[in-house]
């Protein structure tokens, strides 16, 4: 289960921290949507995708103590991550959720549950870590290439879902571009 954990919500946070670093401004319009500080939205909006990357690394390359405080600090991130959730909504707000830099989904009960089943989670896993295996049993070449590349890759998938809908044409933009084709 901690093996599963360190897969799932190391890869959860990499995908989160990719898209907030291909669209920082959804996380941004998020927390002014929420009536948070201009100066501390931005130093959240600017400092929380590192801390995600950051723990994602961590849930993924740690072993022994290093994977308990991981996954705490994870437990911890995601129940702030949903207290702040609970109080846009206990405040009557319609904030779209900048969880995965994209702000597509309102901040719902989904969301919430979402987000209270993830830290729960990572808060099991911190419990069970103590006696499981590690993920790797040392840090190697290896398995620092496996990782930078499985990180990359999340990367990419974030980017690529981030820019997909820019690429494409509406039936409007495709005729114009026809029409201009036409006259030279």
Known sequence: ???????ILGFLFSFAAAKKFVSP???????SEARVPVRVARRLAGGLPVAELGLAVALLLSHGTAILIAFGASALLLSSF???????????LEVLCGCFGTGRGRIDAR???????LSSYA??????????????A??????????????GATALIAAAHEIAPRLTLSAHDFEQLQESGAQT
């Open 82 to 92: 949903t207290a702040w959730m609970l109080s846009v909504r206990v405040r009557g």
């Open 1 to 7: 289960m901690t093996i599963a954990g360190q897969v």
């Open 123 to 136: 808060g099991i896993c911190a419990v069970l870590a103590s006696s499981a295996p590690p993920l790797f």
């Open 111 to 117: 969301a919430i549950a979402r987000n209270i089943v």
């Open 25 to 31: 401004s959804s996380l941004l319009e998020s927390l």
């Open 138 to 151: 040392s840090v190697s070449v290896v398995s620092v290439m496996i990782i930078t590349g499985s990180l």
